[in-house]
T-cell receptor, first 111, second 113 residues
Framework: GESVGLHLPTLSVQEGDNSIINCAYS??????FIWYKQESGKGPQFIIDIRSNMDKRQGQRVTVLLNKTVKHLSLQIAATQPGDSAVYFC??????????FGQGTRLTINP | EPEVTQTPSHQVTQMGQEVILRCVPI?????FYWYRQILGQKVEFLVSFYNNEISEKSEIFDDQFSVERPDGSNFTLKIRSTKLEDSAMYFC???????????FGEGSRLTVL
């Protein structure tokens, strides 16, 4: 069945370091992938998305990599800041109509 | 910056009661969604809505649930006869395009006692 999962439930990095959050997906038909950030008590906040015809996309301090061969998605955050502390979810879908979210990885930034 | 707004932020209700959660999507958006997140679990799709009708729904969205766009600005989720397991955070989202970025609201926390 459709499933999106994350390799690590928690990740701690030093402030200023780069962080990489990984995600595996199982639905080969998915053509749209998104990373969301969720801070405590708030709704998911869009970070970056990528479509299946791309393998890399860069934003401000963030990069998403898509490996369709192994159905793997990653989020790289450069020069992490305290404000990056949050739970990060990957999500997949066919278009944005019905997103399947992963379990989430809690990113903690250590000073 | 335009945002999706939701009310109430928290509602406590007795099992069996009806609940209506309200959302005001971003004004030029045409596609609307409800998702829910049970505490400590992942966000789950409930329903998508376009042109005054449901375009897709999940297995969770059974006859207990209904959505409506009663006027030009509000988008509501009604839960009839709430159950304990309906306790969750309910997120409304909207997008301008069917394949575009989803903007989520802050959520409405529903507690069923």
């Amino acid at each position: 069945g459709e499933s999106v999962g994350l390799h690590l439930p928690t990740l701690s990095v030093q402030e200023g370091d780069n962080s990489i959050i990984n995600c595996a997906y199982s639905n080969s038909a998915s053509d749209y992938f998104i990373w969301y950030k969720q801070e405590s008590g708030k709704g998911p906040q869009f970070i970056i998305d990528i479509r299946s015809n791309m393998d890399k996309r860069q934003g401000q301090r963030v990069t998403v990599l898509l490996n369709k061969t192994v159905k793997h998605l990653s989020l790289q955050i450069a020069a992490t800041q305290p404000g990056d502390s949050a739970v990060y979810f990957c999500a997949e879908g066919q278009g944005a109509q019905k997103l399947v979210f992963g379990q989430g990885t809690r990113l903690t930034i250590n000073p | 910056e335009p945002e999706v707004t939701q009310t109430p932020s928290h509602q406590v209700t007795q099992m069996g009661q009806e609940v209506i959660l309200r959302c005001v999507p971003i004004s030029n958006h045409l596609y609307f969604y409800w998702y829910r997140q049970i505490l400590g679990q992942k966000v789950e799709f409930l329903v998508s809505f376009y042109n005054n009708e449901i375009s897709e729904k999940s297995e969770i969205f059974d006859d207990q649930f209904s959505v409506e766009r009663p006027d030009g600005s509000n988008f509501t989720l009604k839960i009839r006869s709430t159950k304990l397991e309906d306790s969750a955070m309910y997120f409304c989202a909207s997008s301008e395009l069917p394949s575009g970025e989803l903007f989520f609201g802050e959520g409405s926390r529903l507690t069923v006692l």
